[in-house]
């Protein structure tokens, strides 16, 4: 990647970023297929950079794909997130910490329309009042979690016992970062490193010794598109996305995606098995697929954690190549085990993808 | 082969770095305005000929900045050159003349 011309952008699209006391909110999709990204994050911030974090559980969903796919009104919506923010201020935090890309496009959107029409902050005021008695006041900041880790990288660095190398050829790996579309591509000036060339991961990859590399479809959805999703006649189009990325960037050879958006992790995972499954093709080396990691278990494993604690064995896209890769140690026989060592379920060997069980 | 309900449509790529920009560039040279389209599709929405048959001036255009020449040259042969479209862009290209412009390129290209 070419670096000049985008410094020049990165410079321009910095944003303010607290440095500790974060009130965290999960991602609804997320900690139902990648639990171990929300505890990697949490252990992280708490055991290795020594931060306060809470996480509420009376916090909600901010209803983002149900307001994205016209089942949520703009005013439910707006009370739901008021009542989250009120929720933040009560257990005396000021810095709200969403770990989902639509959430922060979303939380970015209704302050946005607060500032430009006081009316529905108003509106939202009673609304909440009306429905739960609780007052609410805006964060001072915020920043969504792949932020936060994007400004501690280079402590993450410090202490961190892998970089992102070949172990054999001592070269450094080649990553493809996708920015999921809610981070930066409605307000620019909310993400870091806008929306052309966002920075926030390329920042990260490079802290750990990785090279980041461009392609022609770079900036294209990664094919969760709400509406090419949910409506099943429309999967073909959710598909027929992510194929258009795997196919532009498969000439680069990259050793794995890194994404900060739910979605985006979860749909280039998945759709890579269905792809081989339909069409007997696969994208990565040797018959495997292209790993999509997660900010988090990309930090999480540079720092030495068990990949099988964070959770990637759950990928349907087999990240051991890429473990081999960079050397990490770890048990090949705990793929499987539960968190007391017990037998968990194994899963069906893919017909067209290697996948090792 | 799993069926799974659903399949990849065809994947629909054009690689800017490998298409034939020649006409783009030689419209380029003679008509500057050409660059100032943002494809906003007022004129192809005003166009007599596009509502009695599929001729669009901001395909044309499309076209040629994928260097799609012969697509370009064949779309530009349905404008009846009434100029209406000139009238209603926001970004003052003179559409009329890239119609010319292309028609008159088909000499020197011979597509």
């Keep these: ?357 | 082969m799993v069926d799974f309900g659903f399949a990849p449509i065809e994947i629909n790529i054009h690689d800017l770095d490998k298409a034939d920009l020649r006409l783009s560039a030689w419209i380029s040279e003679r008509d500057e305005t050409f660059k100032l389209c943002i494809a906003c599709g007022s004129c192809t929405a005003t166009c007599t000929a596009g509502k009695f048959t599929k001729f669009s001036f901001r395909e044309m255009c499309h076209s040629i900045r994928r260097g799609e020449i012969s697509e370009a040259i064949a779309e530009s042969e349905k404008c009846m050159l009434c100029g209406k479209c000139t009238l209603a862009c926001p970004r003052n290209v003179n559409t009329r003349n890239i119609v010319k412009l292309v028609r008159k390129a088909n000499q020197n290209f011979k597509v």
Aim: aromatic share 14%; proline share 6%; hydrophobic share 30%.
């Design chain 1, 1 to 357: 990647m070419k670096q000049e011309g985008k410094k020049r952008i990165w410079s321009d699209y910095q944003k303010e970023i607290a440095d500790d006391k974060f009130y965290f909110v999960r991602s609804c999709i997320r900690q139902t297929f990648f639990p171990g990204s929300d505890t990697t994050y949490l252990k992280i911030l708490r055991d290795v950079l020594d931060k306060d974090v809470y996480e509420n559980p009376d916090h909600t969903t901010c209803t983002g794909i149900g307001y994205h796919t016209e089942v949520v009104p703009f005013e439910t919506i707006q009370t739901v997130v008021a009542r989250n923010y009120a929720l933040m201020r009560e257990k005396g935090y000021e810095n709200y910490n969403p770990s989902c890309v639509t959430s922060f496009g979303i939380y970015t959107e209704i302050l946005e329309t607060w500032h430009h029409f006081p009316e529905e902050k108003q509106k939202t005021r009673d609304y909440l009042k009306k429905a739960t008695g609780r007052e609410f006041e805006e964060p001072a900041n915020l920043a969504h979690t792949s932020d936060v880790l994007f400004k501690f990288r280079n402590e993450i660095a410090a202490k961190a016992k892998y970089k992102l190398v070949n172990k054999e050829t001592g070269k450094p790996l080649k990553v493809v970062d996708h920015i999921g579309c809610h981070y930066a591509k409605m307000f620019p000036n909310k993400g870091v490193g806008g929306a052309e060339y966002p920075q926030v991961l390329a920042g990260l990859v490079e802290a750990f010794g990785g090279e980041v590399i461009d392609y022609p479809e770079r900036r294209h959805c990664c094919g969760f598109g709400f509406r090419q999703y949910f409506v099943q006649a429309n999967r073909g189009y959710s598909i027929s996305a992510s194929k258009k990325k795997f196919e532009s960037m498969a000439p680069f050879k990259p050793d794995f995606i890194i994404t900060n958006c739910p979605g985006c992790n979860y749909f280039m995972d998945r759709w890579q098995y269905a792809l081989a499954e339909m069409e007997h093709k696969t994208y990565g080396e040797n018959g495997f697929g292209i790993p999509v990691l997660t900010y988090e278990e990309v930090a999480g494993m540079v720092l030495g954690f068990d990949p099988w604690e964070m959770g990637m064995q759950m990928h349907q896209t087999d990240v051991e190549p890429l473990l081999k890769k960079i050397g990490v140690e770890y048990d090949p026989s705990k793929k499987f085990k539960g968190a007391n060592g017990e037998d968990l379920p194994l899963p069906e060997k893919p017909n067209h993808i290697k996948f090792e069980v």
